[in-house]
Nanobody, 123 residues
């Protein structure tokens, strides 16, 4: 399974970015997907999750109301729309796959990881 994340970059506080993650190698539409992030000197933390159909989402409190997670199963792609970005959102963002809805928000239970994309928010 390969996960290819993209869309990171440098943005001013209050701005927006959209991250994408394309999956290959297994039945994409059968598994939940997640986004995590890791800031320098900090542990990897959960950001958002989406179930196999896209009908259910889950967000960390720190991003709720600002980030929106969606998926397009026909394109094997998930998207993380990030609005009202803050300097505290600066991190490397990783997409993640599977194995189950109850586990996708826990980093140690993730099946597969993408390579990460850097988001830098300037004040």
């Amino acid at each position: 399974v390969q996960l290819q994340a993209s869309g990171g970059g440098l943005v001013q506080a209050g701005g927006s970015l959209r991250l994408s993650c394309v999956a290959s190698g297994r039945a994409f539409s059968s598994f939940p997907m997640g986004w995590f992030r890791q800031a320098p000197g900090k542990e990897r933390e959960f950001v958002a999750a989406i179930n196999w159909s896209g009908s259910s989402t889950r967000y960390a409190e720190s991003v709720k109301g600002r980030f929106t997670f969606s998926r397009d199963n026909a394109r094997n792609t998930v998207y993380l729309q990030m609005n009202s970005l803050k300097p505290d959102d600066t991190a490397v963002y990783y997409c993640a796959s599977g194995p189950a809805w109850g586990a996708i928000s826990t980093a140690t239970q993730v099946d597969y990881w993408g390579q990460g994309t850097l988001v830098t928010v300037s004040s």
